[in-house]
């Protein structure tokens, strides 16, 4: 990787840091402000927001229907989302401290904090921790499978892809073979490093 590609990520992943930052800062202290895992609004807001609320019985009755007809097919994916789960996390645990890479923490990716909500009835809130379930998940398992590639094969494809995770842009180029096994080795060692660092 050319020194003015690493410079410009590097340059993308601060920024993104700073605005992340800042966001969250901007929505605290207008909104809410977390202390520890809760989320507290002030009282004039957790009171608006009791009043916008829809009952159970009046939600049912305004509810798309095809919402309804299809909702025990979206709820049924819960099934193979568990066992995606349950094997993605076995093998994280039993290889990766074989391959010595720092493991991804689960509560990163797993944020249920909509359920504290008081707009939202319980129907919504077992919606919201329904996809927040499922996109964590997929956030979970991409990194899982990110640090397994970077650690046998940290090699961009010839063809643009669309969905790459965040490794993929400091990858070898193809077709770059020359000191190869050093500078695998080289993305193997930081793997392991806490916190992950840039390799090559």
């Known amino acids: ?7 410009l990520l590097d340059q993308m992943s601060a920024l993104e840091n700073d605005l992340r930052r800042e966001l969250q800062a901007q929505e605290a202290s ?5 202390k520890g895992k809760r989320v507290e609004f002030e009282a004039a807001v957790r009171q ?13 009755v305004t509810y798309r229907p095809q919402n309804l007809i299809t909702g025990p097919i979206i709820y049924s994916m819960i ?18 401290p ?14 249920f904090d909509r359920q504290q909500l008081a707009y ?25 499978v990110a640090r397994t590639e970077e650690y046998f094969c940290p090699i961009k ?7 790459a995770h965040s490794r993929y842009a400091r990858f070898l180029e193809y077709g770059e073979a020359a000191d190869y096994a050093a500078k695998l080795e080289q993305f193997r060692v930081h793997l392991g490093d806490k916190p992950q660092q840039d390799p090559v």
């Open 48 to 60: 608006a927001h009791r009043k916008l609320k829809t009952n159970f019985f009046r939600w049912l």
């Open 30 to 34: 207008t909104l809410y402000q977390i």
């Open 1 to 7: 990787m050319n020194e003015k590609i690493r410079q």
């Open 157 to 163: 494809h010839a063809r643009k892809m669309l969905g």
């Open 98 to 111: 074989i391959y010595g890479i720092t493991k991804v923490r689960r509560g990163d990716y797993m944020v």
């Open 79 to 96: 099934v193979p989302m568990l066992v995606l789960d349950v094997c993605v996390s076995f093998y994280q645990a039993t290889c990766f």
């Open 120 to 144: 939202l009835n319980f129907i919504e809130k077992f919606h919201c921790t329904y996809c927040a379930y499922g996109n964590g998940l997929m956030a979970y398992v991409t990194e899982i």
